[in-house]
């Protein structure tokens, strides 16, 4: 450090400096996670029968409402439209196991 011109007391304070924003990246990398399992996703479904999908998932219990006036404490998602066609909004987060299930619903749905 006296080779550079720096003093111990600056070394010191960037080290101090150092830990602290490491401390904070791994609490937001952390919290990042968090929010990641707890917000809702959007699922685009094309070609499907909505009420034979909604029957469907009903029976692998997944409740999924028409309207908002139907929404319950139960209730997995709400079928929606935007401008590429037909979506479900769901209100909990999805993961693997739960995907394949509701990816061979749909191809069901579409059965006739």
């Known amino acids: 450090m006296k080779k550079h011109g720096r003093e111990d007391k600056t070394f010191g304070f960037y080290y101090k400096k150092a830990k602290t924003l490491a401390k904070v990246g791994v609490l937001a990398i952390c919290a990042m996670f968090i929010f990641n399992l ?20 009903a029976e692998n219990g997944f409740k999924l409402d028409l309207n908002f006036i139907e929404k319950t404490p139960d209730s997995w998602g709400i079928l929606s439209f935007d401008d590429k066609g037909m979506c479900v909004n769901t209100y909990r987060s999805l993961n693997f196991d739960n995907l394949n299930i509701i990816t061979e619903i749909m191809w069901k749905s579409m059965e006739e």
């Open 38 to 57: 707890a917000h809702a996703d959007k699922l685009g479904i094309h070609t499907v029968n909505p009420i034979k999908f909604q029957k469907l998932l």
